[in-house]
């Protein structure tokens, strides 16, 4: 079965940085595009970044010059480097892997980010 496994969240001061960790288990980790989703309180899920097979990078407009998206296939990890933080930051932020054909989309349970002003 499938897990994605989140680590990194925590509680943070504005300004500060945050790491993001999430290990993939049971797939072929190389062939998915791995990402970032997060939702803040009361609101919907949104993307944050993506990572492709092939590594290029796509940002939600409101992280750009500030997150960082990695991955490192050997590890079977993605990374969310996380700079200089806002309180609408806030958020619990989900690991997802994602493939076309055949179609497989997973989550992982999520880990909570909060920055305070």
């Known amino acids: 079965q499938v897990q994605l496994v989140e680590s990194g969240g925590g509680l943070v001061q504005a300004g500060g940085s945050l790491r993001l960790s999430c290990g993939a288990s049971?797939?072929?980790?190389?062939?998915?595009?791995m990402g970032w989703y997060r939702q803040p309180p009361g609101k919907q899920r949104e993307m944050v970044a993506y990572i492709s097979s092939d590594q290029s990078t796509h940002y939600a407009d409101f992280v750009k010059g500030r997150f960082t998206i990695s991955r490192d296939n050997a590890k079977k990890t993605v990374y969310l480097q996380m700079n200089s933080l806002k309180p609408e930051d806030t958020a619990v932020y989900y690991c997802?892997?994602?493939?076309?054909?055949?179609?497989?989309?997973?989550w992982g349970q999520g880990t909570q980010v909060t920055v305070s002003s």
């Open positions: 049971e797939i072929t980790f190389s062939i998915y595009r």
């Open positions: 997802n892997a994602w493939r076309s054909f055949p179609s497989r989309n997973h």
